[in-house]
């Protein structure tokens, strides 16, 4: 059998359940929820499912990215509606497979399929189920809601491995039916999150994420909650407004180690994320785009910082170009600021400055270079280039190497970088060093250090054997980030030959102006998701209880014996913490399990076996099983949130958080109860009685499968 596992659903729902043209791939995540249609029906998603990241097609349908993924017997999404509903309502279907069911119903019943676009991709099993025909079935399918329908449901049973669900964007009003008072949900809509887990071969890639949605399951208490942000974006900390995929509901960080565990469980499924500490303090960043931000849609307000340098070729060739600066600057600047407004939300301050260099091998006429250091006065800066004059230069090679040292020399600090260098001509040192010493390529390795975007106003051909060697060792790339290899990066030419001073005048306040706004727009910048203090240093006194009683030594200086001595010496007060440990020990129950397999009355399930390669991701941190009972144990132990585990030696291991019974398990399965937990209600030890009537009342949601 195909362990195809990937069922993605996008429902598709507008009027009054009828399909609206043009909208069917409007999609809504599950992080969109709740939505309000149109009529003002308030729509909420509750799930026990996983999220998966990437677009599936099959049979000629596409499902989103994001959909939520039903992976196991039992899952399900529910659809409650603030006012009761009836119609038709549309789903878009990727990836079935033969042995995986669907079933439809609501609090008036079952919901029966209508249409399915493609049987030969997909078929009816029932009045209100589908199944695939073969593997990897795709299909628009269909269905009918009842009147005073309240809530939708859709539950996935069979022997693969789940489904992905994502609802449109085109549901605007429902049919209404007011004279009906909402029925209560099934008791089963509290939601409880499926961990992460590692697709199997035969699934894309990508892996899924655990999604939170409208009634999110209170998470352990322990977890660290990151300090509130600013609602809107700044540059100093930006900050998207994508969902996180975790709820963290805590204080602050036992310790710095347990940053990069949290960064990754809160965002880890959206961004590439990294940490920075500052002082006492964890932050979790990434590094986004200003085009990013503004895709984003959220509200941008705030301040994006320039350095901007203008690298002047000021020998006797340049006279209009250095007129052509003067009268265009301040045009200029104003126009960068205005564009940057305009196209991100930013307002854009610019620190500016020029130099002005020569020939220092021409004897005729001044060769002394000149500048004006970073200014954020613009009339100070448009001061000095009216008092510039062209001079000197009748060789051609100038004094390029001697500007730009200049220009380096200075104090860098905004987040965006630009050198703006205007020529004729070549440069003294193209082949080697100038007669200063100096080096292109080492003034090349400063810029690209620091990030710096190079543009370069081309006015004669002269100046291109000089721009060609440049670009061999700059590797600045449009989102301003250094690359390893410089045929990733390349110098912004703008062509100025043959231009008079209206011409160029034109061209500094309209081309410079976009290749500039263009630049901020594509760098990458960091931004702050989110920051944590580190809680401050324990003491090592005893801990206030240790519900199992068992000491272990973790250093050399004592045995195991003499700290279980020491630690149960009447208070504990002389119990070295620093050296024994609470030991966490398990009550075994055999032939019993926690849930999972039984029942699925827990807050949340890691599940090991042969489908996920024998190996999980729990809270940010990946396991491999090495399929024994100690494995399992150990996994179960550096587990904060473990509360119990089933495990089938070679053949499965659970993970449990948070359950209030057991039931009778397989001959060779055992539930392993953490001491430190209040142990739960047991039917696997309980009257005959009691257990049929428990089997009875949840029969619904058992999960047959055993392994």
């Not at 009027?15 to 599950?30: K, S, V």
């Not at 709740?34 to 499912?49: E, K, L, Y």
């Not at 469980?265 to 959206?270: C, E, L, N, S, Y």
């Not at 076996?609 to 940010?620: A, M, P, V």
Request: aromatic share 6%; glycine share 6%; charged share 20%.
């Amino acid at each position: 059998m195909v362990n195809r596992t990937l069922i993605l659903f996008a429902a598709l729902i507008a009027g009054t359940f009828a399909q609206t043209a043009g909208c069917e791939f409007e999609d809504l995540l599950p992080e969109d929820y709740p939505f309000t249609t149109a009529g003002g029906n308030v729509v909420s998603m509750t799930t026990n499912a996983q999220t998966f990241d990437s677009m599936f097609t099959s049979c000629g349908v596409n499902t989103p990215a994001g959909a939520s993924w039903l992976r196991n017997s039992g899952d399900w999404i529910q659809y409650d509606f603030s006012t009761p509903v009836n119609g038709d309502v549309t789903f878009r279907i990727t990836a079935l497979d033969n042995g995986e069911d669907f079933t439809f119903e609501s609090d008036q019943g079952l919901c029966l399929v209508k249409t399915i676009s493609d049987p030969t991709c997909v078929v009816k099993t029932g009045d209100s189920t589908i199944e695939a025909v073969g593997s990897n079935g795709g299909s628009v399918i269909t269905i009918t809601m009842p009147d005073n329908t309240n809530w939708l449901k859709i539950t996935q049973t069979g022997d693969m491995n789940g489904a992905l669900f994502a609802m449109s964007g085109c549901l605007t009003t429902v049919g209404e039916n007011p004279s009906t008072s909402p029925t209560v949900a099934p008791t089963s809509t509290t939601t409880t999150m499926a961990p992460s887990a590692m697709p199997i071969s035969s699934m894309p890639t990508p892996m899924p994420t655990t999604t939170t949605t409208a009634m999110p399951t209170p998470l352990p208490t322990t977890t660290a909650m990151p300090t509130p942000l600013p609602t809107t974006t700044t540059m100093s900390t930006p900050h998207p407004t994508k969902t996180a995929t975790t709820s963290i509901i805590a204080d602050c960080l036992e310790s710095a180690a347990d940053c990069p565990v949290r960064c990754e469980d809160a965002f880890g499924a959206v961004y590439n994320t990294s940490i920075l500490f500052e002082a006492d303090v964890c932050k979790c960043t990434t590094e986004v785009t200003i085009t990013e931000l503004v895709a984003s849609g959220e509200e941008i307000e705030g301040t994006t910082n320039i350095d901007l340098q203008i690298l002047l070729d000021a020998t006797g060739s340049m006279g209009a170009a250095l007129s052509a600066m003067s009268q265009s600057l301040i045009e200029m600047i104003d126009n960068i600021q205005t564009e940057i407004k305009t196209q991100t939300g930013f307002d854009a301050a610019l620190r500016v400055g020029a130099v002005a260099y020569r020939d220092p091998l021409w004897a005729e006429a001044p060769t002394d270079n000149e500048h004006i250091a970073f200014t954020t006065v613009n009339s100070e800066i448009d001061a000095f280039l009216a008092s510039l004059a062209p001079n000197g230069g009748g060789d051609m090679p100038e004094d390029v190497n001697g500007g730009l040292r200049i220009m380096l020399d200075q104090e860098w600090t905004s987040e965006h970088k630009f050198i703006i260098h205007i020529t004729d001509a070549g440069m003294l040192g193209e082949n080697g060093p100038d007669p200063a010493g100096i080096m292109y390529q080492d003034l090349f390795t400063e810029i690209n250090d620091l990030g710096i975007t190079y543009v370069v106003g081309r006015m004669s051909p002269a100046a291109d054997n000089m721009i060609a060697n440049f670009n061999e060792v700059y590797s600045v790339n449009d989102a301003g980030v250094a690359v390893s290899d410089p045929t990733e990066a390349e110098i912004d030419v703008l062509n100025l030959e043959g231009m008079g001073v209206d011409e160029l005048s034109a061209a500094f306040t309209t081309e410079l102006v976009s290749t500039i706004v263009n630049r901020v727009q594509s760098r990458k910048v960091v931004t702050t998701l989110a920051e944590w203090d580190i809680c401050p240093a324990t003491t090592t006194e005893a801990p206030a209880s240790c519900p199992s009683n068992v000491f272990v030594s973790t250093a050399d200086c004592l045995t195991d014996e003499l700290c279980q001595s020491i630690c149960e010496h009447e208070d504990g007060s002389l119990c070295p913490m620093t050296a024994c440990k609470c030991e966490t020990v398990f009550n075994e129950y055999a032939s019993a399990c926690c849930g999972g397999t039984c029942h699925d009355d827990y807050e949340e399930l890691w599940r090991a076996n042969h489908h996920s390669s024998f190996g999980f991701t729990i809270e940010g941190v990946s396991h491999e099983w090495d399929r024994t009972i100690e494995g399992c144990t150990q996994i179960c132990k550096e587990t904060e949130s473990c509360d119990a585990f089933n495990v089938v030696e070679n053949v499965r291991c659970e993970i449990i958080a948070g359950y209030t019974y057991m039931e009778p398990g397989s001959d060779c399965e055992t539930c392993f109860v953490k001491v430190s937990h209040s142990e739960p209600t047991t039917t696997a030890v309980g009257s005959i009685d009691t257990l049929l009537r428990r089997n009875l009342k949840s029969a619904p949601q058992l999960n047959p499968r055993k392994h």
